[in-house]
């Protein structure tokens, strides 16, 4: 079966002040996840690694590999200020939203309650 290379979805959404972007990424280690704020943009590269070769699937609805996801964000945010969890395979970004816009950019460290 011929591995496909697809950028997960994301779910955007504010609360108490922050802009939050929930990607789910199944078989994904913090060490393999690099994440960069922007005031205006949100970019996740990631290797999902799970053992595959030797299996013969009968339905496959999720890939394994790397992938970039690059998202433009609706408001602006603070990247200086922003912070990323991975649990229970869902990475989450969080950053302040902000009116002052700079050229800034943050790549915060992926934390993970399971690490």
């Given at each position: 079966?011929?591995?496909?290379?697809?950028?997960?979805?994301?779910?955007?959404?504010?609360?108490?002040?922050?802009?939050?972007?929930?990607?789910?990424?199944?078989?994904?280690?913090?060490?393999?996840?690099?994440?960069?704020?922007?005031?205006?943009?949100?970019?996740?590269?990631?290797?999902?690694?799970?053992?595959?070769?030797?299996?013969?699937?009968h339905r496959r609805?999720?890939?394994?590999?790397?992938?970039?996801?690059?998202?433009?964000?609706?408001?602006?945010?603070?990247?200086?200020?922003?912070?990323?969890?991975?649990?229970?395979?869902?990475?989450?970004?969080?950053?302040?939203?902000?009116?002052?816009?700079?050229?800034?950019?943050?790549?915060?460290?992926?934390?993970?309650?399971?690490?």
């Amino acid at each position: 079966m011929e591995t496909l290379s697809a950028t997960p979805p994301a779910n955007i959404y504010e609360a108490g002040g922050e802009l939050s972007v929930a990607v789910p990424i199944p078989g994904a280690h913090p060490n393999h996840v690099e994440v960069v704020v922007r005031p205006n943009s949100l970019r996740v590269e990631a290797t999902c690694k799970y053992p595959q070769a030797r299996q013969r699937y009968h339905r496959r609805d999720w890939q394994v590999g790397a992938w970039t996801l690059d998202l433009v964000l609706p408001r602006a945010v603070d990247p200086a200020r922003s912070r990323a969890t991975l649990n229970l395979g869902v990475l989450v970004v969080m950053a302040p939203v902000s009116d002052r816009i700079d050229g800034v950019e943050h790549r915060p460290r992926v934390e993970s309650p399971e690490a």
